[in-house]
């Protein structure tokens, strides 16, 4: 399976994104092929010739059949296979051995950890700014908000893309398999700093990132 033009996959549900996406990716070029070869043959056949009349047609009720049946056909078996995927991401959401939030706001990303309470939102929360602190295979747990318009939550390492609303806590998670140094853009034009949006997921061995929350006495571990 291609990947070079992907960035490197570092979650639990990668692979299953990644098997929709290229799923998708091939049926859009089946048919993209098909209706351009068709194109070009109709081009060549039909092209102007001297001593041949144009005839008007209304079409083929059989063949608009046929081409309305078979993507809906294709959209709903994407639909089934996507389902459970999406399920597990998005509307099973697992304990988590970490908790933080991120809040996003223009332009940049607020990241806050419970303190030594365990709790967020308390006076003893750690926060910075763009920068998410996390353990190697550990189930993080974040919630998301908006401070001021929609703004996305886009880890491409992670297969991850998560919509930030205003008015909104949104629970996101995943579990990085790799340590190392993510980007964390921002995916929805949030104005004119948009561009500029940018985060960082580090993901830390056990011992790093017990040395780093001892260090700013941030995170908790159930």
């Known amino acids: 399976m291609l990947s070079w033009w992907l960035p490197e996959n570092v979650s639990t549900y990668g692979p299953d994104i990644d098997r929709l996406f290229y799923a998708i990716y091939y049926v859009t070029n089946a048919v993209f092929f098909a209706v351009q070869g068709t194109l070009i043959a109709f081009l060549i056949l039909y092209r102007h010739r001297e001593g041949r009349r144009a005839t008007y047609t209304h079409g083929n009720t059989t063949l608009e059949i046929v081409w309305t049946i078979i993507p809906a056909i294709i959209l709903v078996v994407l639909a089934f296979v996507s389902r459970e995927?999406?399920?597990?991401?998005?509307?099973?959401?697992?304990?988590?051995?970490?908790?933080?939030?991120?809040?996003?706001?223009?332009f940049n990303w607020e990241v806050a950890y419970p303190g030594p309470d365990g709790k967020l939102g308390t006076d003893d929360d750690f926060t910075q700014d763009n920068d998410v602190h996390v353990p190697v295979n550990k189930t993080v747990r974040i919630i998301l908000k908006s401070k001021d318009v929609i703004h996305s939550f886009f880890v491409p390492s992670l297969r991850y893309k998560q919509d930030a609303v205003p008015g909104?806590?949104?629970?996101?998670?995943?579990?990085?398999?790799?340590?190392?140094?993510?980007?964390?853009?921002?995916?929805?034009?949030?104005?004119?700093?948009?561009?500029?949006?940018?985060?960082?997921?580090?993901?830390?061995?056990?011992e790093e990132y017990a040395a780093w929350a001892r260090e700013h006495h941030a995170g908790r571990t159930p």
């Not at 970490?98 to 706001?105: D, I, R």
């Open 85 to 106: 995927t999406w399920a597990n991401i998005k509307g099973r959401v697992p304990p988590g051995d970490v908790l933080l939030q991120v809040t996003a706001k223009q």
């Open 168 to 206: 909104h806590e949104i629970p996101i998670w995943f579990k990085a398999t790799k340590p190392g140094k993510y980007e964390v853009p921002c995916a929805e034009l949030c104005g004119f700093g948009h561009s500029g949006m940018r985060g960082w997921l580090y993901v830390h061995t056990p």
